[in-house]
T-cell receptor, first 112, second 115 residues
Framework: AQSVTQLDSQVPVFEEAPVELRCNYS??????LFWYVQYPNQGLQLLLK??????LVKGINGFEAEFNKSQTSFHLRKPSVHISDTAEYFC??????????FGRGTSLIVHP | DTEVTQTPKHLVMGMTNKKSLKCEQH?????MYWYKQKAKKPPELMFV???????INESVPSRFSPECPNSSLLNLHLHALQPEDSALYLC??????????????FGPGTRLTVL
């Protein structure tokens, strides 16, 4: 079985500061990796995904993530956050089937 | 059109009521999903429809009854719900279920409160 660990339940940060949201997965075989964002009272929106190829993936809203196979990680980063980035972020892994396994989520709180 | 729409946005119902949630997509997707999401938790898969046929039921109580009238529409019929069923119900769709890398497109959800 695959699992996804988002180590931080909450990440507070000041506006314009950089941020990293951590995601680790457990799987001995190839996986597909996704980051979704959920703004308050909304559904999930895909930020970015890693399927194959370059390990640095760029997504929407200035976010990027790096796939690290040796460390089984797929951390999400943004060099300078905005108030509007305040949201819940979910890392998801798909292996074998088409059903994603979601991490527990990380709440990003951006302070002015 | 890359949108999944859900109605209603909010729903309050008593434990004896019967109500339905609706989901629609016009992306030509052949897989549709219902998820339940509690506050500050990840979505939990309930049902999957593939080519209008139910392919996965994650041991959901029978008081939840899904229906897929055609490839664009997905309903969730609710009857005799319990207060613990209060949650955000998310609909999603994907191109199909043949590939692991197909991303899911989510609707905005229906916020359900059971009194």
């Amino acid at each position: 079985a695959q699992s996804v660990t988002q180590l931080d339940s909450q990440v507070p940060v000041f506006e314009e500061a950089p941020v990293e949201l951590r995601c680790n997965y457990s799987s001995s075989v190839s996986v597909y990796l996704f980051w979704y964002v959920q703004y308050p009272n909304q559904g999930l929106q895909l930020l970015l995904k890693y399927l194959s190829g370059s390990t640095l993936v760029k997504g929407i809203n200035g976010f990027e993530a790096e796939f690290n196979k040796s460390q089984t990680s797929f951390h999400l980063r943004k060099p300078s956050v905005h108030i509007s980035d305040t949201a819940e972020y979910f890392c998801a892994v798909v292996r074998g089937s088409y059903i994603p396994t979601f991490g527990r989520g990380t709440s990003l709180i951006v302070h002015p | 059109d890359t949108e999944v729409t859900q109605t209603p946005k909010h729903l309050v119902m008593g434990m004896t009521n019967k109500k339905s949630l609706k989901c629609e997509q016009h992306m030509g997707h052949r897989a549709m999903y219902w998820y339940k999401q509690k506050a500050k938790k990840p979505p939990e898969l309930m049902f999957v429809y593939s080519y209008e046929k139910l392919s996965i039921n994650e041991s959901v109580p029978s008081r939840f009854s899904p229906e897929c009238p055609n490839s664009s529409l997905l309903n969730l019929h609710l009857h005799a719900l319990q207060p613990e069923d209060s949650a955000l119900y998310l609909c999603a769709s994907s191109q199909d279920t043949s590939a692991s890398y197909n991303e899911q497109f989510f609707g905005p959800g229906t916020r359900l409160t059971v009194l």
